[in-house]
T-cell receptor, first 115, second 111 residues
Framework: AQSVSQHNHHVILSEAASLELGCNYS??????LFWYVQYPGQHLQLLLK??????LVKGIKGFEAEFIKSKFSFNLRKPSVQWSDTAEYFC?????????????FGQGTTLQVKP | NAGVTQTPKFQVLKTGQSMTLQCAQD?????MYWYRQDPGMGLRLIYY???????DKGEVPNGYNVSRLNKREFSLRLESAAPSQTSVYFC??????????FGPGTRLTVT
């Protein structure tokens, strides 16, 4: 079965530290990839997405992610986190076949940034 | 996301009670989805609807039914609530290519 795995469940960083959250998926075909963020008490918001082209994609609020096809990975990065980045982060995959638009989500990573 | 609204925001049910979660959109998109979010499990798809009048099961459909009577609304019904259905429920719709826009969620507790 298709699955998405986020290796870090809970990450604690100090402000200005660099961030990298891992995401791996299991699907051999073409995929569309997403990172969503959920701030405390809010709904999920799209952070960035990858469909094709340059494997390094930039999103909102200084986040970026790199798609490495050979590693089935789509890791999220930010050079310098802020206290306001405290949130839960979800990686999601949409297998391109079927065209249902269904997303398969990872378990989520809770990021806590200490001021 | 103002384009997707969900009601109610909070609900407490007793085991065996029924209720319907409502979702409405004003973005004129065809595909809509219902997810549940549980700690440590991410979001799991319950049901989805590719268009008005069509619905399909997702990953965890047992104990739920859905209705898509028109393009704007997609409701999720719990016929006989169980404690295992305590969760946060999100409605989403597909916009753009494959990205999804999420509603604010309904926090359901079943005692």
């Amino acid at each position: 079965a298709q699955s998405v795995s986020q290796h870090n469940h809970h990450v604690i960083l100090s402000e200005a530290a660099s961030l990298e959250l891992g995401c791996n998926y299991s699907y051999g075909g073409t995929v569309n990839l997403f990172w969503y963020v959920q701030y405390p008490g809010q709904h999920l918001q799209l952070l960035l997405k990858y469909f094709s082209g340059d494997p390094l994609v930039k999103g909102i609020k200084g986040f970026e992610a790199e798609f490495i096809k050979s590693k089935f990975s789509f890791n999220l990065r930010k050079p310098s986190v802020q206290w306001s980045d405290t949130a839960e982060y979800f990686c999601a995959v949409n297998p391109s076949s079927g065209n249902t638009g269904k997303l398969i989500f990872g378990q989520g990573t809770t990021l806590q940034v200490k001021p | 996301n103002a384009g997707v609204t969900q009601t109610p925001k909070f609900q407490v049910l007793k085991t065996g009670q029924s209720m319907t979660l409502q979702c409405a959109q004003d973005m004129n998109h065809n595909s809509m989805y219902w997810y549940r979010q549980d700690p440590g499990m991410g979001l799991r798809l319950i049901y989805y609807s590719a268009s008005e009048g069509t619905t399909d099961k997702g990953e965890v459909p047992n104990g739920y039914n859905v209705s898509r009577l028109n393009k704007r609304e997609f409701s999720l019904r719990l016929e006989s609530a169980a404690p295992s259905q305590t969760s946060v429920y999100f409605c989403a719709l597909r916009g753009g290519v494959y990205e999804q826009y999420f509603g604010p969620g309904t926090r359901l507790t079943v005692t």
